[in-house]
């Protein structure tokens, strides 16, 4: 069984955490703390195998309280948010956390999670994340500058990307846009440095992309 701290500060999603893991003979709740300094003392003096922090106790600064939990602690951190800001996410795992829920995550896909992370996986809640990769892959309106901006796909490198999702291989891409397989290729390296793709946890976002088929287009006809 998987020892589990909860670091939230809300009442009622405690209360969902706490009937999700009753449920669920693999995890069991040993305490519930409402700061990050709550997290480090109780560090201090009991082991845990996995903590979920609420993102909002970061306060911007998740570097150091990644690193300061992981310093006391051999713990898997999954961090919960209500934050859809691809950009952010990556800068969570960049510090170090081994997962990634948004607060409207079911039960089922909770603890498929963190049974992937239990067993030194990396885990991304792909609740909520359709819409924000069809608007960073179509550049549409509702999109915020910030997160298409972030990537700047070129029309190529998005018909790349739009090929790439539907399951087709760099030298069908190539066939099919009529480059060669080098072009593919370099297109291809062009994305994932634009998205900054180098560890597991960022494959695993380009592949629920790619997974998922987004087409790169509007879906307005």
Do not use: W
Request: charged letters at 20%.
């Amino acid at each position: 069984m998987y020892k589990v701290l909860i670091a939230e500060n809300e009442g009622s999603f405690i209360c969902k955490l706490n009937n999700c893991f009753s449920r669920n003979a693999d995890f069991e709740i040993v305490g519930t703390v409402g700061s990050y300094e709550g997290v480090l003392e109780f560090l201090r003096n009991t082991s845990v195998d996995c903590i979920l922090l609420c993102n909002c106790l970061l306060n911007g600064d998740c570097g150091d309280i990644i690193q300061r939990i992981k310093e006391l602690s051999n713990s898997k951190v999954a961090v919960f948010s209500l934050e859809t800001n691809l950009n952010d996410i990556k800068v969570l795992f960049h510090s170090g956390v081994d997962g990634f829920f948004f607060r409207g995550v079911t039960a089922n896909d909770l603890v498929n999670g963190l049974r992937i992370i239990m067993n030194g996986g990396v885990h991304i809640d792909t609740t909520g994340l359709q819409s924000l990769l069809h608007h960073i892959l179509t550049g549409t309106a509702e999109c915020p500058a910030n997160m298409y901006d972030a990537y700047g796909l070129t029309k190529r490198e998005r018909e790349v990307f739009d090929l790439a999702g539907s399951g087709l291989t760099v030298k069908e891409i190539a066939f099919k846009l009529h480059i060669c397989k080098k072009t593919a290729e370099t297109h291809r390296a062009n994305i994932m440095a634009k998205a900054d793709i180098e560890s597991a946890t960022q494959f695993a976002i380009a592949a629920f992309a790619l997974k998922n088929g987004y087409s790169g287009k509007s879906n307005e006809n």
